[in-house]
């Protein structure tokens, strides 16, 4: 059985910082990565970051860009997302998920596995 769980969520306030983690069993992330997703109430579930577990490739979302920052720990099968200068409207659910096979990194429906999610509030 597939499991991702994610921990680290919370309330900060902007211009603090805040870590995720996403912590899987029964599933690898290596080779084809990890992403991180977000949703905030009334609206859709968005990319935010993608990191591969071979060569630390990461991609972000222009929004994120320069901000967060994706990294993982292969040994532990855990991925993270630091979140520095966070703002009020970073403020959502925070996913993260693992694919099976390739394909649009930024896609939430490329993706096979799901955390049930880790809550960031930012205040400003």
């Known amino acids: 059985q597939v499991q991702l769980v994610e921990s680290g969520g919370g309330l900060v306030q902007v211009g603090g910082s805040l870590t995720l983690s996403c912590a899987a069993s029964?599933?690898?992330?290596?080779?084809?990565?990890a992403a991180w997703f977000r949703q905030a109430p009334g609206k859709e579930r968005e990319f935010v970051a993608y990191?591969?577990?071979?060569?630390?490739?990461?991609i972000y979302a222009d929004s994120v860009k320069g901000r967060f920052t994706a990294s993982t720990d292969n040994d532990k099968n855990t991925v993270y997302l630091r979140m520095s200068s966070p703002r009020p409207e970073d403020t959502a659910r925070y996913y993260c998920?693992?694919?099976?096979?390739?394909?649009?990194?930024?896609?939430?429906?490329?993706?096979?596995?799901w955390g049930q999610g880790t809550q960031v509030t930012v205040s400003s």
């Open positions: 990191i591969a577990t071979s060569g630390g490739t990461t």
């Open positions: 998920a693992g694919r099976k096979t390739g394909g649009s990194v930024r896609l939430a429906t490329t993706n096979d596995y």
């Open positions: 029964g599933h690898t992330f290596h080779p084809y990565g």
